[in-house]
């Protein structure tokens, strides 16, 4: 099996390769913490032009919504 260079298969289920293809608004929000210590979060994604719901949003989320 021969790399490509530039191969970007490897990141085809990255959380941000739809965001980073298609220009689309994304924000990461970390929420919390797993048993383990790994942190667990949440991407908002939003249509073009429409960053101002997603911020507002992502703050509601933040300031609302508490997982242990």
Same mark, same amino acid.
């Given at each position: 099996?021969t790399?490509?260079?530039g ?5 085809v289920?990255s959380?941000?390769?739809h965001?980073? @293809?298609?220009? !689309?608004?994304?924000?990461?929000l970390? =929420?919390?913490?797993?048993a383990?210590? #790994?942190?667990?979060?949440?991407? @908002?994604?939003? !249509? ?5 719901q =997603?911020?507002d949003?992502a703050?509601? #989320?933040?300031?609302?919504?508490? @997982?242990?």
């Amino acid at each position: 099996h021969t790399r490509l260079q530039g191969d970007w298969s490897s990141d085809v289920c990255s959380s941000d390769l739809h965001a980073n @293809l298609t220009g !689309n608004p994304a924000i990461s929000l970390p =929420m919390t913490k797993k048993a383990d210590g #790994m942190p667990f979060g949440v991407q @908002l994604m939003a !249509n073009h032009f429409e960053e101002k719901q =997603m911020f507002d949003f992502a703050q509601y #989320m933040l300031q609302n919504i508490k @997982l242990k």
